[in-house]
């Protein structure tokens, strides 16, 4: 039997234990290049152990509710950050680390513009957009040695949206 998650919005103070929330919200830091664009300054800390900070691309297949949730990974040795390289929403799941294994997670629906950068270890899902062509540019860790650990559910989650939610 599966468990059910219903999506929320995502904001700053919700996500904040999980790590941060990337947009243009609030006034810009300052103006620069003539005054034709505005700075949003430092939205990010890029936490990186034995290794560097490198920019990747990603390009996921789209995914359609509800999400069934069966495994989530973590990267002790830095942050990851999710940049959309398009203007669609996308679905970000996180949990809690308790006793070294995810806790109850939770499922976001970004607006459109907004990515997110994990804090270094957070426990998440898999990148999970609901477009095509689920493009993003990634900033993570570069280096030797080992990054990823993985968690599988014995139970799954299921993800759904508020008006399943509703109509459930």
């Keep these: 039997m599966?468990?059910?998650?219903y999506i929320e919005?995502?904001?700053?103070?919700?996500?904040?234990?999980?790590?941060d929330v990337l947009d243009t919200s609030g006034a810009p830091d300052k103006m620069?290049?003539?005054?034709?664009?505005?700075?949003?300054?430092?939205?990010?800390t890029i936490d990186i152990v034995n290794g560097a900070a490198g920019i990747s691309i990603f390009k996921a297949t789209p995914r359609s509710f509800p999400i069934?949730?069966?495994?989530?990974?973590?990267?002790?040795?830095?942050?990851q950050a999710f940049l959309p390289?398009?203007?669609d929403a996308f679905v970000v799941i996180v949990a809690p680390d308790v006793n070294g294994a995810p806790g109850v997670p939770r499922a976001f629906l970004t607006a459109a513009g907004?990515?997110?950068?994990?804090?270094?270890?957070?426990?998440h899902g898999v990148l999970t957009p609901l477009h095509a062509p689920g493009l993003f540019a990634v900033v993570?860790?570069?280096?030797?040695?080992?990054?990823?650990e993985e968690h599988w559910f014995e139970t799954p989650f299921i993800i759904k949206?508020?008006?399943?939610y509703t109509s459930n």
């Design 114 to 123: 907004q990515g997110v950068s994990y804090n270094r270890g957070t426990w």
């Design 32 to 44: 620069i290049n003539q005054g034709m664009c505005e700075r949003y300054h430092h939205r990010a």
């Design 161 to 164: 949206t508020k008006h399943e």
């Design 9 to 19: 919005p995502l904001t700053a103070a919700a996500f904040a234990p999980y790590g």
């Design 85 to 87: 390289m398009n203007f």
């Design 140 to 148: 993570d860790r570069i280096g030797e040695g080992p990054n990823l």
């Design 68 to 79: 069934y949730l069966d495994m989530m990974e973590r990267h002790p040795e830095g942050t």
């Design 2 to 5: 599966s468990q059910n998650i």
